[in-house]
């Protein structure tokens, strides 16, 4: 009986300690530095081009992705498509992030996508779409790393999709290197002391059944 009351006396104590639920990050992209080539990508595009892995000064690592766009008004794509389907919440935080560098064609520019996949197959909703192209720096050979904060749509059941895109106007000549690729969410876990506080739990729970019998 005294063990039972210390027991219940600690959780009590400790509930008034908690602070609440920790946030933890969670990864989405598979190989997002293209250490293992394009394994979990696929390429996408209109520019008849194929982006191809580069080993020629990546941000990290010994790879990025290479997309050169040779075709006028064309779009050239490595993209992740319907990721973590029927895990995801509406709403929830999201962020993207990645390096790029590389240089523009006349009217050219480069950006993400990412989209909220309904459950409707191919119904999808923009929740970061391209607006201004990504500012890269004068010289090609030097890395920026972008990042961008939203929240999902309100339909994710499908998942999510990200695009990367190097795109052409009336030139040609896009030339954009992508690395250390980045997707992630906020999850909620237990910290320790709510961990704890539902094991004390379920020890009163047994003691009052063994009282009982």
Known sequence: MFRMKALLGTAAALSLMAAGPATAQIELITNGGFESGFAGWSLEGSSGDTPTISTDNPS??????SLVNNAVTSSLIIAQRNIAAG???PGQSVTVSFDARGSYAVGGVAFPELLSEFGDP???SEVLTGGPPLALAANPEEWTTFTFNTTLGADVDGGISLLLLANNGPGS???VFYD???VTV???IPEPTSLLLMGLGGLAMVGRRRKKA
């Open 60 to 65: 990290s690592g010994l790879n990025s992705a």
């Open 87 to 89: 895990l995801l919440l």
């Open 180 to 182: 250390n690729v980045s």
């Open 122 to 124: 191919g119904a999808t």
């Open 186 to 188: 906020d999850s909620l």
């Open 173 to 175: 000549g896009t030339s």
